[in-house]
């Protein structure tokens, strides 16, 4: 089954790229990582984006993310076209409807659990208490209640993890981006965090999920593969579920 057999609403297509080009000169050389790629994301999907390495994956991902901009070609985020939006307009976005899980974490060492995620609202102006509970709900909704205080060399990997994928919901953002979330766990430690994007995809949040990984990329809706800078393919593998009940969290 391919994307295409899927009849979604016209509005719910929350990113739409239509033939994207990025290129790097380095030196006399130049790089091009993406080729004119198209792709449409719709709200409460759970994608995966596959490649090797050199594919153009991270480079689409930075620019999913608004992290870069595109050599040419167009990008609507929300019906909005990114080309048209100043640093504080793209800027919002990111901080608030986009939330970025990273294979490193990037913690603040010094910082417990609950100042990390609350970092976002801190740069979005929210006020202390506010801020706090926010915070202190999103640490419930991963598990870590009960790790609020702990500073990141206190806790294990998959905890760490946790703590970053609650920084990343704690703005309630549209996407959830999670550029290779289980990279540095072990197998065992990887599947529960596959477990609780999974229950965060049934809450109805929209997950981007990039990944070199044939088995974390299973638990995805939806697979694009990319190769030398094109879309390879691009498949339905598992039906949307419309109406889920959310799974406990492991």
């Given at each position: 089954m391919t994307n295409s057999d899927v009849v979604r609403p016209v509005d719910s297509i929350v990113i739409d790229i239509e033939n994207i080009t990025k290129n790097y000169v380095m030196g006399e050389e130049t790089v091009h990582a993406l080729r004119g790629v198209s792709l449409q994301i719709h709200r409460n999907e759970?994608?995966?984006?596959?490649?090797?390495s050199g594919s153009g994956k991270s480079t689409l991902m930075n620019m999913l993310g608004c992290l870069d901009t595109p050599s040419s070609g167009r990008y609507e985020?929300?019906?909005k076209n990114v080309a048209e939006m100043n640093d504080d307009e793209l800027a919002a976005i990111r901080n608030r409807e986009i939330g970025f899980v990273f294979q490193t974490f990037n913690l603040l060492p010094r910082s417990t659990s609950l100042r990390n995620v609350e970092l976002p609202l801190i740069y979005a102006g929210i006020n202390p208490v506010a801020r706090e509970e926010q915070a202190m709900k999103a640490m419930e909704d991963v598990g870590l209640g009960d790790r609020m205080y702990h500073k990141p060399n206190e806790l294990s990997g998959g905890q760490r993890q946790r703590v970053?994928?609650?920084?990343?919901l704690v703005n309630r953002p549209s996407i959830i981006l999670a550029d290779e979330p289980t990279g540095n766990l072990d197998s065992k430690?990887?599947?529960?965090?596959?477990a609780l994007f999974e229950?965060?995809?049934?809450r109805g949040n929209t997950i981007i999920l990039v990944t070199?990984?044939?088995?974390?990329?299973?638990?995805a809706r939806r697979t694009v593969h990319l190769r030398d800078g094109f879309i390879e393919s691009d498949e339905l593998v598992r039906a949307p579920e419309l109406e889920s009940e959310p799974l406990a969290v492991p």
């Open positions: 759970y994608i995966a984006i596959m490649g090797p985020f929300n019906g970053a994928i609650a920084r990343a430690t990887g599947e529960e965090i596959m229950n965060l995809y049934r070199h990984e044939a088995d974390i990329a299973a638990h």
